[in-house]
């Protein structure tokens, strides 16, 4: 069943880690995200496998907290040894409340105010990732204001294009991110950044996209990055101890993707920037990445309850469900595909294509089109895969929906770790 963590039980019920979806969804109501936290552990286990097979001693994953932020991620991520990638003083306060170790975060951004610089480098942020010679030059002067030198990668572009959908395709020239290599940003941000003392120029960093299946363009970035390296190292004598390549492996939504195997694709990109390190006489430097939909992704399943079975003639049969774009703006969005399944009838034979319909009064409100499922009816629960990343994270209030909470699932026993809003969470801030 698209990822070896699903499965179904004697009851014909759509199972998580083991864990009977339909009751926890009788326990917790509906909407409700299930996450398996085996599969994030096992996940990150294989990232931290196949860094310390092949990258030098030092090199990190770290977990892209964007696609599933939360207190009690952050605790999992702590305790599995990774760093972890925040983009927003909102995701470094929930990392602190985690008490996660915040001098292995980077903190990213294309547009971090003066205040989000300060509180970073109060809270102690391992690596900012400068986007800008604005924030270069905001951030030297707070960091030499309160007395510390802080630790910086520049983000540069390498103009690559991973094929991937235009909104997560972030490492082309003509971004909103970074400095182009190009261009010559990048060597310019570079040079201004060594004669800089309020901050101490680690190395570079770079994310060319999200949602990509082949190790090609991994390996492209690689080898520009390093290039990169070697020529500023060239003219300038300056050798960057870091290289970070962001995050991007591709999960599989549906069946027919093929999943990136983590341990071949980084051996790959390994062999890559060794073979440059090489040709120009340099160290094989610290290596960072920013997974973030592979760790948390295929661990979560949106749980609902079908409510209105609406067939039109001629047309499609509409199947709608107590959440929508409030939980997963992805369809709406991208028009991202996904994989359902009547949780409860979960070992019946499909026998029909729906469209599956949120509750919010719009006609884009939508989980999917064309999806094939079980009979649909009235009180069945509707399993939805794959939804561990970009979900939760991306959640919104809209028609003053509550959020849904998240239910953790470990060795087949479960825990609340986000409770349900209440329609007081929702008018708490108003006057
Ligand atoms: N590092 C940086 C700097 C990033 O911008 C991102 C994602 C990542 C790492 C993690 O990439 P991943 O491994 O998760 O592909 N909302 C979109 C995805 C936006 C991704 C933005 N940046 C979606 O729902 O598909």
Redesign the pocket.
């Known amino acids: 069943m698209l990822h070896d963590n699903y499965g179904i039980n004697e009851k014909g019920h759509l199972t998580v880690c083991g864990a009977d979806t339909v009751e926890l969804s009788e326990k917790y109501g509906t909407p409700l995200y299930i996450l398996d936290e085996d599969c994030v552990r096992a996940k990150c286990r294989e990232y931290k496998k196949a860094f310390e097979k092949h990258f030098p001693s030092g090199s990190l994953p770290f977990f892209?907290s964007?696609?599933l932020s939360y207190v009690g991620i952050y605790r999992i991520i702590a305790d599995e040894g990774l760093g972890t990638?925040i983009?927003s003083p909102g995701e470094l306060y929930t990392a602190q409340k985690a008490n996660f170790p915040i001098n292995n975060t980077c903190f990213?951004g294309n547009n971090k105010t003066d205040d989000d610089i300060e509180y970073g480098i109060k809270a102690g942020v391992g690596y900012f990732?400068v986007d800008s010679m604005e924030e270069l030059n905001a951030l030297n002067e707070t960091a030499k204001r309160l007395g510390k030198v802080q630790k910086i990668l520049l983000r540069l572009t390498p103009g690559i294009d991973p094929h991937t959908f235009a909104?997560?395709n972030?490492g082309r020239i003509d971004s909103k991110f970074g400095s182009s290599i190009d261009t010559g940003a990048a060597e310019e941000i570079t040079k201004a950044a060594l004669l800089l003392d309020g901050v101490k120029l680690c190395g570079y960093?770079c994310?060319i996209g999200?949602?990509i299946f082949e190790s090609e363009p991994f390996c492209r970035a690689a080898k520009i990055m390093t290039e990169f390296s070697a020529k500023i190292k060239q003219k300038y004598g300056y050798e960057a101890e870091v290289i970070n390549l962001?995050?991007?492996?591709g999960v599989r939504y549906y069946e027919g993707q093929d999943e990136p195997d983590t341990d071949a694709f980084i051996s790959e990109i390994a062999d890559v920037i060794k073979g440059v390190c090489d040709k120009n006489g340099m160290k094989f430097p610290v290596i960072f990445m920013?997974?973030?939909?592979?760790i948390v992704g295929a661990a979560g399943v949106t749980v609902y309850t079908v409510g209105s079975v609406k067939t039109i003639p001629g047309f499609r049969t509409y199947v709608s469900v107590d959440g929508g774009m409030p939980d997963n703006p992805?369809y709406a969005?991208?028009s991202?595909r996904y994989t359902a399944l009547i949780a409860n009838k979960a070992d019946e034979p499909c026998v029909d294509e729906y469209t599956i319909g949120g509750r919010c009064c719009e006609s884009g409100d939508m989980i999917g089109e064309g999806m094939l499922l079980q009979k649909a009816e009235r009180g069945d629960k509707l399993a939805v895969l794959v939804t561990g990343?970009?979900n939760y994270s991306?959640a919104s209030h809209y028609n003053r929906i509550p959020k849904a909470p998240i239910v953790t699932v470990s060795n087949g026993s479960d825990t609340l770790a986000v409770k349900r809003e209440t329609y007081e969470d929702l008018t708490k801030n108003e006057l």
């Open positions: 892209a964007k696609a990638d983009v990213h990732v909104a997560v972030t960093h994310h999200s949602q962001g995050g991007g492996f920013e997974p973030g939909r592979s992805r969005l991208y991202s990343a970009y991306m």
